[in-house]
């Protein structure tokens, strides 16, 4: 089994028929392709960003192929073997410009911190567990040190939760990964490689590793910008209330102002004298328009004296 851990074997194994260069094997590991990931994958895939993945131990698949036909803008795929790695150039070179192909030992890999959105491993920590023990441990660190804050990496096994979670928990320290498991059934038979090394191999489902980056650092730094940012928003607040207060004050001071010079005409304003009560009932009163004046009625005798005689008219005669 440790065999699978050496170049040569894999430099063998794409070397002989039907060699890449004339009809690639493009068999995925356990049949766990990029259609299989997608789901894992397509939130990032969703962002719109302009997104770099890194393939660890590629081999002959064609996940860096589907990664970049799903809109990945730079893909690098490594593998440690020099004769899959040269076929993989000569079917691509024409047609996926934006695949980097590196022959590396994954092992060994020295790459840029912090430079890849996504990494994809498929049936490689297994395979490298086969040769050293420490090996997982240097995988899964590598990854974390590619990845930006928060990125993604999908992590595919054949080995259980219950005993592949501790590596998450451990490497490169604790806390380092936010990890969530799912299964894949095995949707095809067992690769004849790994039965001709274990003819009892079996296995029923596949485990899916998909662990987000945690960076203490870039979280201490994302926590602060929180921080300060709520701290802005707060002040804003502040000043925006302190700046409504003013206003309904002012409001109230013009308010008050208004009121005090309107009473102030009030008091200068002289007041009319009102009119006395036996003034108004010995006024005559005056006919209005339209209505006719009635006479006097006469006066009733006084009792015990003579009714005065009826004044004569005067004729011609006493006037001479």
């Known amino acids: 089994a440790a065999a699978l851990a050496e170049p040569g074997y894999w430099d063998a194994l794409y070397s002989a028929a039907p060699k890449l260069a004339a009809g690639p094997l493009r068999r995925p590991w356990q049949g766990v392709g990029f259609e299989e990931l997608r789901g894992f994958l397509q939130p990032l895939l969703d962002e719109g960003r302009r997104l770099r993945a890194l393939v660890l131990g590629c081999g002959d698949s064609p996940m860096p192929e589907d990664l970049a036909d799903a809109g990945v803008a730079e893909v690098t795929a490594v593998d440690f073997s020099a004769v899959v790695v040269a076929a993989m150039v000569a079917r691509t070179r024409d047609t996926r410009p934006e695949i980097r192909w590196l022959v590396a030992d994954v092992l060994k890999l020295d790459l840029l911190e912090g430079g890849f959105d996504i990494v994809v491993e498929v049936g490689l920590i ?18 974390h040190k590619a990845l930006r804050h928060n990125g993604t990496f999908v992590s595919v096994s054949t080995q259980p939760q219950a005993l592949r979670s501790p ?15 799912k299964t894949l059934p095995r949707n095809r038979s067992i690769d004849r490689r790994a039965l001709e090394l274990d003819p ?19 979280e201490r730094k994302a926590e602060e910008e929180r921080r ?51 003034d108004v009932a010995a006024q005559p009163a005056e006919a209005t328009s339209g209505e006719a004046v009635q006479a006097e009625p006469p006066t009733a005798p006084v009792p015990g004296l003579a009714a005065a005689p009826p004044a004569e008219e005067a004729t011609a005669d006493d006037e001479l």
């Open 200 to 218: 009892d191999f079996e296995i029923d489902s596949l485990s899916v590793f998909v662990g987000r980056a945690r960076k203490a650092e870039e």
């Open 167 to 181: 590596l998450f928990e451990r490497h490169p320290s604790a806390d380092a990964w936010a990890i969530d498991t």
């Open 228 to 278: 300060a940012r709520e701290d802005a928003e707060a002040e804003a607040k502040m000043a925006e209330d302190h700046r409504i207060r003013q206003e309904e004050d002012v409001a109230a001071a013009e308010k008050a102002s208004e009121d005090e010079k309107e009473e102030e005409l009030r008091a200068k304003r002289p007041e009319e004298p009102l009119a006395d009560e036996d």
């Open 126 to 143: 297994d395979t490298v567990e086969l040769n050293r023990e420490d090996s997982p441990a240097v995988v899964v660190a590598l990854a």
